[in-house]
């Protein structure tokens, strides 16, 4: 007998439900007992709620609707689920890093300090975008060792004479001095949106990506008052998110939306 596509995807979709939802040893349990010899009756008493009393009960409907599919099958589907969920979240878990005043009661990373280990492990490629850079020694120090190492270094920077006024500024020249060989872009006036009082926009963005697998999003600037004495946040991500990120970067660049600074 054919499986009704229909069936089979409800099947599939309860039993991703289950893998996210259930703890760990709820999970292990409903897995044992859907493999041979568990005793697969009455798999309601794994629910701790109603709402997952009525799931399982779903599980149990669907699979009395199609007996050709043996609940060893059933068992290791679901393991899978439960593989695939975990490691997507881990992939996509979002830590806070902070500069500011400490509360004992919430232990943070410091931004700065997120940012140091990011581009001082770092194998093959950061991409550091910023608003400003002042001074910021240590982490103009940590970049420049990063491209004694081979890896290639981007910064996507705020320059004074292409923000319309709004920064006498930039910093330019004091990081080419000390890295010399990253990459420097930057967006061109003429590529910005204007406001209806003729303002023209800032690249006001910061973050850092390293490798493709971590990115740090934050308030922080590269400068010291942002990496020592502001009060800064930002979230810490993994590999889904530092991926797009560093991808919406090069596109930009492709694009011509950000050109380099020669």
Known sequence: MNIPTDSRLQLLRVLVELARELPPGTLNALISALEPGGGRQNLGRFAATP???????????????????????IAFALRAAAE??????VEQRAEIAWTGPATEAVPLRRV??????MVETAKEEVLLVTYAAYKAERALKALR??????????????????????????????????????????????????????????MHAKCLVADRSRAIVSSANLTDYALETNMELGLLVGRPVAVRLAEHFAQLIVRGELISAI
């Open 51 to 73: 709402t997952m009393r009525e799931k399982l009960r779903r599980l149990e409907e669907l699979c009395g609707l199609q007996p050709e599919i043996n609940t060893q099958v």
């Open 84 to 89: 695939a969920a975990a490691a997507v979240a």
């Open 145 to 202: 060792d990063a491209t004694d190492r081979g890896v290639r270094v981007r910064l996507v920077i705020e320059l004074a004479e292409e923000s319309g006024g709004k920064i006498s500024f930039d910093g330019l020249q004091g990081f080419r001095t000390v890295v010399p060989s990253a990459q420097v872009f930057f967006w061109p006036l003429d590529r910005r949106k204007r406001s209806a009082s003729g303002s023209y926009g800032a």
């Open 112 to 117: 700065d300090q997120v940012i140091y280990d």
